[in-house]
Every structure is written in C-alpha cells, then in structure tokens.
C-alpha cells in the first residue's frame, strides 16, 4: 500500500532534515534556539518550495497524534493499561497528571505552530518568482495554513484549557509559556477571527477549491487526502466548543459540502458500507471519499507509528480496550441477525489473541506494514455525528436522527437544503445497524424539552464513541457534553466506570467531579 507515496515521504524527511531541527520532547524544549533556517531569497522560489516547506512544518504532527490518541483512550472509558504497561501510561489511566510525563508534552504542537509561523512569513516572497503563485493561490494557501494552525490550537486547548499564543515568526523559542497564555475562551475567538476570512464559499466564489499541495513534483497526489485539515470543519469544532450551535451547524455542513458537485465526496455514501467500513483505516491516504486529512507514516524510511508497539506487537501490548466498549460493540442491535457490530467491532477496531485477550486492531488491520498505519486526522464520519449534535442543538432532531442513521438515502421527502446528499447512507445505515429511536417516554415520565434533546444527545455521543473508537475523539466529547450540561458527573460517572468493582472507582469518580481535572498540567 505504500510504495504509492514512498517518494513523498523521502521529500518529507529531507526536507526536514535540511530547514528544520526537530527537537526533542525535553523540559528545555522553551529554553532553545528555533534551529537553523533557510533564508527566503534561497527557500521560496515557487510553488513547490512551499509545499515542501509546508509539509516539513507539519511533521511535528507524526510525534503528537500517537499519543495524542493515547492520552484520549486512557483518560476517557475506552482504554485501560495491561500489565506490560509503563508508569507513565498508568498515571494517566489513573488520572494522575505529571508536566513531567512524555506522553503529555505540549512541544510538538508548538513546533508545528511556529514552522507555520515562518512558512507564513514568506510566502508572499514566491509570487515575485512564480507567477502561477498568484493572488487566489497565495490567499487560499495562507487559508490552508491559518487552517491548520487553528486545529493545532484547537487540540492544546482542548487537552490544556489553555495556550501559548504565539502570534510571528520567533527566532527564538519563548522561554514562560505562562507569560504569553490565553484562555480557552479568548483564543477560540481569536481563531475564529482569523480563519473567517479564508474561508471557500462555493456560493460567492465560483473557482475549484484548492487542496494543498497543488503542484506535481513527480508523484501522483490527486487521490490523497490533503496533509492538511478542511477551515470549514475547524471552525464548526470552534463555534461547537464556543456553544454557537447554529453557526456550527452552518459550518460543519460547509465542510461536508467541500466538493460543490459531487454527491458522494464526504456525503457517508455507499463506498465503505458493510465489510468495505475497515478500508477506511488500511488504505486511508486513497479514502478520498471519506478522510479528509491524514497523517502519513513509513517504516521503510524512518517513520514508524508507535501505535503498533503501544497496542500490538505480538501480545505485549501496553493497553487494551475496555470491556465497557467490549460490550458496547456486541450489543448493537443489527438490521437482521443476532446482536453485534458486525462491520466495526469484533475482528475490526477489536480483536482477541490466541489466548481469547481483547486488544486494539484498528491500526494494525494491515499486518504486512504495523509501523506504517497512517492516522486519520480528520474524517466525515466524525463531521457527520458533530453535525447532527449541532442540529438536535438547535432543535432539528428529525435532522440529527436521519444522519445519526439510515441517511437522506432511505428519506421519500429529502429537506431541500440537503438536495447534494441523496447518497448519504448515515453513520448506522452504512454499516447496517438498526436505527436509534426515541421513546415517548422514559420511566413512565414523558420525554419532551430539554430532556429530549439531552437524550437524543447521548444516542449521538454513544455512536461517536463506536464509529470513532480510538481516533483521539473520546475524552474531547465527555468533557464538551459535561461542560455544556454543567453537569460533571456525567463525564465521572462514564471515566469512573471502567474501574467498577476496585478501589480505584471512587477515587477517579470523585478526582473528576472537579472540572479543574480534566485539562493536563500547563507549564
């Protein structure tokens, strides 16, 4: 599967070898130079100068998804460690948070924001050599950047409730983080403000929508998803976080929409129904219809993904899946037959060793290449379900619902404003479950308002943690739905959970019923 982007890669590592120092995951990290740089007379030249430094820049990202995912699975009910674990993997399983573990360093999400700080700072120097880098390229180029950027800043504020908002082109690393903070609140705002104004709206601007890279440096790209994340979908996650559901909705919907022609692209149509769903993971750069970023790896050239040893690696796994998600798979209810996720669970995101001891299969569905699965960034089944919860939000959960399920395929009367999504199978219709339905009533007490909504909420959360299992999403959801609700219990009792039946259960429960838990030490 890989040979297709082996010369990509090799670009990659030379040219991070060559603009940029990767610095370790170390305390001194704020204490060091930025590193050695190419000046702009000599870097950018033309348009493949800046994908290539663009692609450096991003690379950062390869260190932090891995444990990114980690962090997310062991701090919410999805992972628990094994007995081959490390301290560190056990602390924060047990909600015991260290500035000083490496599975929480915030560095690497630094980096990548301070490459593209610099990418930015030149770019405008290529239209005085190339001039097929014109105006509308440099602007959607710039869009692409503040993009990513933004979804960097996104992630920090999300595992740090805080940030270091580092606003040029250092030549030096700041020394205090503290002294340069935002909070979550501010710097979503400035986000927002600053991604706005990059923004493709097919109905105002009639051009091809750009998707970095644009030029053929001699490998085939036009079937890979972008390195880089859709501005549309960061920006429903803001304004989701921000609690303005409609201009989430508006948003999220746009990003879906990315491709004005076409209704299959991003649409959740028919091309990973049934058995075809595990494709999605192990040929995703080619998911063109449903990954919208991914992150490449390759361990033929040096870029292994730790996933493989982390929850594989001939049964000396660190970690495992719960047996609360154990038996959230086996007890979805089919379109026909016996109980059980057929198409996502057993076999596919879990499976057993020979000894009958569940772990984590999703990265290693390829077992010819473990240390080369890509990560998946960004996709639609995960804008699809943020969607719906936008909708049920604002009081369409005749909307939410038909995402949630069977898709505008299986609707006779389609809403006019979804006329491009007549492909649309929805998120349990693809692979074949029976809908969520609401009651009328719940315990004898009618079901309507507030708690309506809240229930059909869960329904929502409940498939995203099925869908999304291990994709780094968990953990973001309970702390959004608790911190929307005012509520955090709800986030104690789901965490606390996978630790019935021991003396750790009260201790996590009760750790986290304080809201100033569930963001990592900032330093």
């Known amino acids: 599967m890989k040979n297709r982007s082996d010369i990509r890669v090799y670009k990659l590592l030379v040219i991070i070898g060559l603009v940029y120092i990767i610095y370790s995951c170390s305390d001194k990290f704020f204490e060091e130079q930025a590193g050695a740089r190419i000046t702009p007379d000599k870097s950018y030249k033309s348009m493949i100068d800046v994908n290539v430094s663009v692609e450096g820049a991003v690379m950062s990202l390869q260190d932090v998804l891995p ?9 919410s009910d999805q992972m628990d460690v094994t007995s081959n674990t490390d301290g560190f993997l056990e602390d924060i399983n047990n909600h015991v948070l260290s500035a000083d573990n490496p599975y929480l360093d915030a560095s690497d999400f630094y980096k990548v924001i301070i490459n593209i700080n610099e990418v930015l700072a030149n770019i405008d120097e290529v239209s005085q050599y190339d ?3 014109d105006t509308y390229v440099l602007h959607y180029t710039k869009g692409a950047l503040i993009g990513l950027r933004s979804w960097t800043y996104l992630n920090l504020l999300k595992l740090y409730g805080q940030a270091a908002w580092i606003d040029n082109n250092l030549t030096s690393l700041p020394e205090n983080l503290n002294q340069i903070t935002m909070s979550k609140e501010v710097l979503i705002d400035t986000l927002i403000n600053q991604t706005i104004p990059y923004i493709f709206d097919p ?3 009639k051009h091809v929508e750009i998707h970095i890279p644009y030029v053929n440096t001699g490998v085939t790209t036009a079937n890979f ?6 501005s549309k979908a960061v920006l429903g996650e803001l304004y989701l976080e921000k609690g303005d559901f409609a201009k989430s909705a508006i948003y999220l919907k746009m990003a879906l929409e990315s491709y004005t022609n076409t209704t299959a692209i991003y649409k959740v149509d028919k091309t990973y129904t049934k058995d075809e769903w595990k494709n999605i993971f192990i040929d995703s750069e080619s998911g063109r219809n449903e990954n919208i970023a991914v992150m490449p790896y390759n361990s033929n050239q040096g870029q292994n993904n730790p996933l493989a040893k982390w929850l594989l690696t001939t049964d000396m796994f660190m970690v495992k899946p719960t047996q609360l998600l154990v038996s959230a798979f086996r007890t979805q209810m089919p379109l026909k037959g016996v109980p059980g996720d057929l198409y996502r669970g057993m076999g596919i995101t879990i499976d057993t060793t020979s000894n009958g001891v569940f772990f984590i299969s999703k990265y290693s569905l390829n077992r010819t290449e473990l240390f080369s699965t890509d990560i998946i960034m960004s996709r639609a089944a995960d804008l699809h379900l943020l969607l719906a919860e936008a909708l049920n939000r ?6 939410a619902l038909i995402l949630l399920n069977s898709g505008f395929n299986s609707e006779s009367v389609k809403p006019a404003s979804y006329f491009k999504w007549s492909n649309n199978q929805g998120i349990r219709g693809r692979v074949y479950l029976a809908p969520k339905l609401v009651p009328d009533s719940l315990n004898g007490v009618p079901l309507s308002g507030a708690n309506r909504m809240n229930y059909i909420e869960d329904l ?9 299992s291990f994709e780094g999403k968990r953990w973001f959801d309970l702390v959004r739905i608790a911190t929307r609700r005012n509520d955090p219990s709800y986030l104690a009792e789901k965490v606390a959970a996978k630790f019935a039946g021991t003396a750790n259960y009260d201790i996590i429960y009760n750790r986290l019923l304080d809201p100033t838990n569930w963001y990592l030490p900032f330093k």
Request: no cysteine; proline share 6%.
């Open 131 to 133: 001039r097929s880098f």
């Open 67 to 75: 444990k990114l995912i980690i962090v997310d699975g062991l701090r």
């Open 460 to 468: 929502i959360i409940d498939e995203r943690a099925l869908e999304l």
């Open 394 to 399: 604002l009081g369409d959960s005749k909307t």
């Open 225 to 230: 998803p972008p390195l880089y994340v859709n």
């Open 203 to 205: 109905q105002v601007d």
